[in-house]
């Protein structure tokens, strides 16, 4: 809008124009406002990310060697019935 046009509709609606100057700053400040809460959101589903991945590799680590010792103490127990040994209480 011109400076005309804008005075010509101040007058129409009875608004002064320190007023829509006003409302123009605390909307573009609004609008800054959610473009910084976007760039914290895709910060913070970034690291949630980078989060759970590391979670799952760790969990797949845990699983991994949770299977070989399941593995070592079948393959014990499976010894200890071929030698004929008594089993102990572990």
Do not use: H
Not at 19 to 41: D, N
Request: hydrophobic content about 30%; proline content about 2%; overall charge positive.
């Amino acid at each position: 809008m011109t400076e005309s046009e804008l005075n010509q509709y101040d007058r129409e609606k009875g608004l002064f124009p320190e007023q829509i100057q006003s409302w123009r700053r605390e909307c573009m400040q609004g609008f800054k406002s959610s473009k910084e809460r976007e760039a914290e959101a895709k910060k913070q589903a970034k690291a949630d990310k980078l989060e759970i991945k590391e979670s799952k590799k760790d969990l797949r680590l845990k699983e991994k060697a949770l299977a070989e010792t399941a593995a070592l103490l079948v393959l014990r127990k499976k010894l200890r019935a071929f030698y004929g040994e008594e089993p102990e209480d572990d």
